[in-house]
């Protein structure tokens, strides 16, 4: 078994009612069975998931925040609205969103956009991989498997990695449970983030910079088994739940 | 360009003294630049990292956090000997080690493994990388890259993830600090961790059961240029911080 893993090279810029299945697909045959990452940012960009700062008017908890975090107050507003819970507000604002997704800033990002512009996240990122995975499904007549990929920072280490806030055709954990390991004994961690692993190495390949690799495609992979569970029940989580206290 | 991920198959269970590198070599033909992610539980058993429960004498502090959280306490007597700070107790014991990693229990593992045994983190993970790399070039003379993965759950979301722990030939962080994006902005977020990137897409092939693919070869991966902070300065982890608090 080999993994042939293929940044999708030479896309455009994408714009707001542009066909971001339909070019990808113009640039890559995909076959079925093939995981196809694609950078939430762009596929923002071309449903119009885009907000112009000098049409935002910052609430007063937005310009309070912005004074901590010494951000611009309009910027926060956006954040603000894709938020349903603060997690933290300084030094950063730390969001959860109704997605599940826990990101800071919410995700928007001010990069690889024009000036005053900046890009939220899709609103509803497994809706976004299943609406990709349809569409090539109707282009292509190809059965792939969606990863819709965001960056973010995490817990105890430095740098950021992609993981996947959306996703179609597979499920999100690989659940063990009732697997054995060599020796014949009954796992008892049992539950792996595939999609966020497969997310990750994406990343990579994407960059942060202005080599313009919105999409890589996985050939090849295996396929497993679990359930779509990828975000903690509230009580469940004790990094939020300390973070909460301190905030 | 595509990149090529080949799971090392076929490599025998692992002992005290097994030339690692060597078993590896027999498998799969290494040529320059490739990147070899190890799983650190063989790297671990090969080096004989691994201890006997009945022959651990648990202290005070053992029996206390044991107790609170269900667990053997010659198994936690284990944790404590590989954590340099506790971050937390309870639920589990959250560890952070001398290397910076910080890992639930230390990374101590009670599978794959004989049954009273339990596999320890390799001690100095960096040196491990770094050995395996030059013993690789003393058979095969070929030049190529090291990352010892763990396999780890994080903050907000369920489910484990592949980690790096050491690595060689390579920087942990790609550090996109004066780079521009596609519309000539310089980038606020300059630091993507490269390393934990491709262990995550290399323990998505291990599988976590008994497949027993404890290496991965990454084939064709572009370089980078960055720095080896992968954990961060205390003060900097807002994480460690409220978990300290909530302890």
Chains 1, 2 share one sequence.
């Not at 996985?218 to 905030?247: M, Q, S, V």
């Amino acid at each position: 078994m080999s993994i042939e893993v293929l940044p999708v090279e030479g896309l455009p810029v994408f714009h707001p009612g542009d066909d971001l299945a339909g070019e990808i697909c113009k640039k890559i045959d995909l076959i079925d069975g093939d995981i196809l990452c694609i950078a939430s940012s762009v596929y923002s960009k071309s449903k119009g998931h885009i907000r112009t700062l000098d049409e935002v008017v910052p609430s007063e908890k937005a310009k309070e925040i912005a004074g901590m975090c010494g951000e611009d107050e309009r910027f926060i507003q956006v954040v603000l609205d894709q938020t349903e819970e603060i997690v933290l507000e300084y030094p950063f604002v730390l969001s959860k969103m109704s997605s599940g997704h826990v990101g800071v800033r919410a995700g928007v990002d001010n990069s690889n956009v024009e000036r005053g512009h900046v890009i939220i996240l899709p609103p509803d990122p497994m809706a976004a991989a299943e609406e990709i995975m349809e569409r090539v499904r109707e282009i292509s007549g190809k059965d792939i498997r969606v990863i819709i990929t965001d960056t973010c920072g995490r817990s105890f280490r430095r740098g950021q990695t992609g993981v996947a806030i959306g996703w179609a055709g597979m499920d999100a954990i690989n659940d063990f449970r009732g697997d054995h390991d060599l020796f014949g004994r009954v796992l008892e961690i049992t539950e792996e983030a595939v999609v966020d692993e497969i997310a990750a190495f994406s990343n990579f390949l994407m960059g942060e910079s202005n080599r313009g690799v919105p999409a890589v495609v996985f050939r090849n992979c295996p396929e497993w088994k679990g359930h779509n569970e990828l975000y903690f029940e509230p009580e469940c989580d004790i990094t939020i739940k300390a973070l909460r206290k301190i905030n």
